[in-house]
């Protein structure tokens, strides 16, 4: 798998969160998405998560294998269940109630 | 519309739909590697139209395609299309792929988005399959998720650059409307495609009315007017298109008997095949016995003939036109085996009046009909507005010319419109031959007349004439005359009863005088055979005594010679020697 991993240890505690964000190449909606997905975490979940990144671009099969035909798509694999956020996660406040994260004081 | 080059009408190339009507509108299908919208309300039939081109192409032209679903589940989209005909469950996915991405229902949106990975997607089955048309099935749909009309301009200029590149024949389907944001969607969509069909559905009158228009084709020439619809079976199918180009046929001098043959004699022969023929007349004058009579020669002739009726069921038709000796039922066919004829019931106030041309084609079509009857035309003027109604009508009769189909149409006629020539359609100037039927009633009777308006190209009677039904048939008979005035029905029967008194009395009065002069002529005979006999026996007499005579006088002579002889007298002078 040439998909980067951009954070997250090799064994996430307990809880943890694991997400994988398909992109297309630098197109802006997917840097943005990406930009704000890094930063949400490193605020709001600290060490506790791990970020999967595929860009469709390189790996067009991937978007019919996993039914990813809008990007930026961002899949919560864990905690189960299952969740996808479409966008480029521009609404921190929004996303994290989605993610059921309570926001980190001062954040 | 600025960006319309000005461009010879050949220039590009054509993706052909199959559907009828629709590759004539377009001169030849949708923009080949180009984008071409549909676009119009829920229900008109966009989906079912993007998908009928693409099967044909399919199946056809051996152009794979894919389907990509905004709107609805695929799955839903080919339960709905398994009731057409054109479409094949065979087709594989390798013809006819289908993508499904509607968005799921836990879907969440934050931000802005692009379709990068729905292309990503579709470039990896198009090299796959190797697919040549794609279908956006509900764009609108996706577009409208985005919430932000400059987002969706450039998603859809990507998408429009990337068909393009790809040189694939695209289809958008997306609904229109007035209000916004649709009606800027709408706009946008239109301004960016290469090629524009709207459909519209409308209710007039509370009958249904599907329209399609070709708005604009970029690089091409195409018909412009708005062309009904409609969806049946068949999938869809666009009517009213006339074809630029008729082909060239000749008109054709075979005549075909109308089933009367006094009539035939009337028109010197027959109706012309491939003749438009209109009866017209008021209830009751026997148009549909008329239109039986054609029907019947038809199938004794061995022509395929459709039978549209508006008025009653086929089985009361056929029922009703054999109490006057017309036989229907036996060219009918069976279960096993298909007839020459084929009836059909159509009642006038379902659909429109486009929805009844339709199917009255596509019967005679199905059945390559060399005949059709239409009894009456005038009940489709009872279901519409009268324009469309009108061009429904002539587009009948030149579409039966084309197709070389004789056609039979009766129509209902008020008393007094034959003389200012108005049928309720307006097609008698275009019918080939006009046979007028009407009621004389008088001295208490009402008597059916025939007479024959117009019959272009041959020469006919200009009789009125007495039309009689009984069970052994239809006949026509020549009107009694009398004093300028002419006879029917009773009154027609008396005076022919008085003239035949007349007749036969006068015939035996030269019957006697005809004996007599026999006997007088015998007579004569006679005489003349006994004077004969006289005569003979006067010759006879008068020979007898000429002998006697000569013989006295040999007698005399010898006696005399004998007494000189004796006397020794000188010889006798020569001729006095025996």
Redesign the interface.
Known sequence: MSSRRIKGSEAPPAAAFAFRLYITGSAPSSVLALGNLTELCRCHLGDRHRIEVVDLLEHPGRALADRVFMTPTLVKLAPPPELRIVGSLTDWLAVLARLGVRPAERS | MARQPIRPATTHPKAPTGIHGLDTLTQGGFPAGRVTLLEGGAGVGKTVLALQSVAHAARELREPAIFVAFEETSARIQANAAGFTWFVPSLTRKQLFY???Q??V?????????????L??L???IRQIRARRVIFDGVDQ?LSSLADPLAERRELYRLHEWASARGLTTLLTAKNGVSEPTAQRAELLQFMADCVVSLEHAVIEGVSQRTLRVRKFRGSAFQENAAPYLIGAGGLEVAGVEESRVPARLASSERVSSGVPRLDTMLGGGFFRGAAILATGAPGTAKTTLGGAFAEAACERGDPTVYISFDSEAAEVVRNLESVGIRLRRHLGGRRRAGLLRMSYQRALVGSAETHLLQIQSLAREHAARCLIIDPLSALANVNDEGRVNSVARRLLHWAKSQNITLFCTSLLDVGAVESEGTPLHISTIADSWIHLSYVARNGERNRCLSIIKSRGTAHSNQVRELLLSRRGVTLTDPYAIGGEVLLGTMRWERERAAEALRQETEQAERLKQLKMQAEEAQLDAHIHALHSQLEAKRAELEFMKHAASARRDAAAAAQREAMNRRGADELKKDQRV
Do not use: H, I, M, Y
């Open positions: 993508l499904d991405a968005p799921s836990d879907l969440v949106q934050s931000g802005g988005f692009d379709l990068g990975g729905l990503a997607a470039d990896t089955k996706v």
